[in-house]
């Protein structure tokens, strides 16, 4: 299985990652995928990217090296409500928007506060993949999210790094695999994505490629086996 995107990258910019969009564009291409995003991580998050930062995206090219680049955001929910720490001055000039949950922007919620947050989330128009799901310290009720990505159009993560051995995020793979299950049954698409904090980390899927061969998951089901349906979702802007 060759996974074709990777939706969710950090740049220098977030404050803890350590590769240019140059060095991550140019690695993409190396590994022949079609489509990535320029995710860093709103300002938030302590070190994350001041809004002149998403306002001046349109600087980067959307080609190089081969690969579309598309401009996005991974923005942080920030109450039990589904809020998140932008402006829709900001997210409306992006192609599409992260939302995800970070300690130190919300505290560990039990199963109907983090439920109601991610469907929340999932209902702002801006947000079009809900970053990283599955953490056991923000537990979830994985049928109503898998229902509500059906509904709202909003597309669940398979997070590689979190998957990845010494990954900090406890219980995902377990989550992960009935969550999957969850999509298997109900026909929803998922995508996977590196969240590559370097550019050798970009395109690197060996985890979640294990993780879909395991549970058998429908590959009419994954998205980044179809880059052409990814650009159906998410709007350009100019
Ligand atoms: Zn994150
Ligand atoms: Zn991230």
């Known amino acids: 299985m060759k996974l074709l995107t990777d939706m969710h990258i950090h740049t220098v910019s977030s404050g803890h990652a350590y590769s240019t969009v140059d060095e991550i564009a140019r690695f993409a291409g190396e590994k022949e995928l079609k489509i990535i995003a320029i995710t860093d991580h709103n300002s938030g998050l302590p070190g994350g990217a001041h809004d002149f930062h998403f306002h001046n995206l349109k600087a980067i090219p959307r080609q190089l090296y081969g690969v579309t680049v598309l401009r996005g955001m991974e923005a942080n929910i920030i109450d039990f409500d589904g809020n998140i720490d932008a402006t829709e001055d900001t997210l409306g000039g992006l192609d599409f928007t992260i939302a995800s949950m970070h300690p130190p922007c919300l505290r560990f919620g039990d199963k109907e506060e983090v439920t109601r947050a991610m469907i929340g989330a999932m209902e702002n128009p801006f947000v079009k993949i809900l970053g990283h799901p599955g953490d ?37 793979r377990e989550n992960l695999i009935s969550v999957l299950g969850l999509c298997k049954q109900y026909n929803v698409p998922v995508m996977a994505n590196t969240d590559a904090h370097i550019a050798y980390a970009v395109g690197e899927f060996e985890e979640s490629i294990r993780l879909f061969e395991e549970v058998d998951f429908p590959q009419e089901l994954i998205l980044n086996l179809h880059p052409e349906r990814i650009l159906d979702f998410i709007a350009l802007k100019n």
């Open 136 to 172: 056991d310290r923000y537990p979830f009720d994985h049928e109503a999210v898998v229902l509500a990505a059906k509904r709202t159009g909003t597309i669940l993560e398979v997070n590689n790094a979190s998957l990845k051995p010494g990954g900090f995020r406890p219980g995902v």
